[in-house]
């Protein structure tokens, strides 16, 4: 799950990279991707210990993060998609509600695959 891990910590840096870059270079806040991609990264090479205590708290964290990846920008998106009553009135800023949605759903699926793993694991008696 480590290297699962890694991979979507990735891809959020790239989404974050990407968004920063077609902004104009001049948005923060469009970084935040990246930060929890780096967060992920980390732990994922943490969880690559030969200690299994340490492995289940490093994925643990790591899951914990990807779901504060989901609710959060879940929620913003939510909400501008809401003030906009349906595409009746234009997002006033469209590229951060489609980085927000990609991360919230990226997080999202992240977070189940961790929890199916989780379930695999208890299951097979290797916790």
Not at 4 to 9: A, E, L, P, Q, V
Not at 28 to 43: C, D, N
Not at 49 to 78: E, N, Q
Request: overall charge positive; some cysteine; hydrophobic content about 55%.
């Amino acid at each position: 799950m480590s290297r699962i891990t890694f991979y979507f910590g990735a891809v959020l840096a790239g989404v974050g990279i990407f968004y920063f870059l077609t902004t104009g270079s001049v948005h923060p806040t469009s970084l935040i991707p990246v930060w929890f991609g780096l967060a992920l990264a980390v732990l994922a090479k943490l969880a690559t210990s030969d200690d299994a205590s340490k492995r289940k708290l490093y994925m643990h964290i790591a899951v914990t993060i990807g779901l504060l990846g989901f609710l959060f920008p879940g929620f913003m998106a939510t909400r501008d998609l809401m003030k906009s009553h349906g595409g009746e009135i234009p997002l006033a800023h469209p590229a951060a509600t489609h980085e927000q949605l990609m991360m919230a759903v990226l997080c999202l699926v992240f977070v189940l695959l961790c929890v199916r793993s989780f379930i695999a694991a208890r299951r097979s008696g290797a916790i």
